[in-house]
T-cell receptor
Framework: DGGITQSPKYLFRKEGQNVTLSCEQN?????MYWYRQDPGQGLRLIYY???????QKGDIAEGYSVSREKKESFPLTVTSAQKNPTAFYLC??????????????????FGPGTRLTVL | GESVGLHLPTLSVQEGDNSIINCAYS??????FIWYKQESGKGPQFIID???NMDKRQGQRVTVLLNKTVKHLSLQIAATQPGDSAVYFC????????????WGLGTSLAVNP
């Protein structure tokens, strides 16, 4: 079954450590996105990538880094420069092979999320 | 029940009633709108979408209405069930916006049995 996977589901980090969150999709989507969600809040865009080997900063990119070496994968690294990293991180993808009766290739489909906690 | 605004309000309805969740979108040039449902601890799930050349679209138990004159979008859920309890987000897309979505802050729907 096609979809988007994120791992791990829960992640604990000590202060000063970098951690990498995984996002993989087998939907053959060109575009991928990373969002941060704080409790009771909406989604804020961290980084996005429209095509392999290219990515752009979103609204809150400071303290984060990404890579897009493969179409299927868009890992997010939370660096020690991110002062308040505890949050729920969501990965999404969009593209021509959309599903769920969407009428647009711009519809984003989400993974299950990774909850990051800094100890 | 009905809600207004972008500050994560809470809408509480009785099971079996109809729910109306509202969203005031930001950009008059937006041409595509989506409603998502997010259950606690999960990623948002696509519900229904609508293009700007339409003013109404129906799905299974859900209807989206678009009023471009006042930049207003609503999601109607018929015969609300306990499984509908979630946070609902509207999102808008503008052609040429690098495929980014502009997100509303969400509305929390609580269904009382």
């Amino acid at each position: 079954d096609g979809g988007i996977t994120q791992s791990p589901k829960y992640l604990f980090r000590k202060e000063g450590q970098n951690v990498t969150l995984s996002c993989e999709q087998n939907l053959n989507h060109d575009a991928m996105y990373w969002y941060r969600q704080d409790p009771g809040q909406g989604l804020r865009l961290i980084y996005y990538s429209q095509i392999v080997n290219d990515f752009q900063k979103g609204d809150i990119a400071e303290g984060y880094s990404v890579s897009r070496e493969k179409k299927e994968s868009f890992p997010l690294t939370v660096t020690s420069a991110q002062k308040n990293p505890t949050a729920f991180y969501l990965c999404a993808s969009s593209g021509p092979s959309g599903r769920e009766h969407s009428s647009s290739t711009d519809t984003q489909y989400f993974g299950p999320g990774t909850r990051l906690t800094v100890l | 029940g009905e809600s207004v605004g972008l500050h994560l309000p809470t809408l509480s309805v009785q099971e079996g009633d109809n729910s109306i969740i509202n969203c005031a979108y930001s950009n008059s040039a937006s041409d595509y709108f989506i409603w998502y449902k997010q259950e606690s601890g999960k990623g948002p799930q696509f519900i229904i979408d609508i293009r700007s050349n339409m003013d109404k679209r129906q799905g299974q138990r859900v209807t989206v209405l678009l009023n471009k004159t006042v930049k207003h979008l609503s999601l109607q859920i018929a015969a609300t069930q306990p499984g509908d309890s979630a946070v609902y987000f509207c999102a808008e897309n503008m052609a040429g916006n690098n495929r980014k979505l502009i997100w509303g802050l969400g509305t929390s729907l609580a269904v009382n049995p």
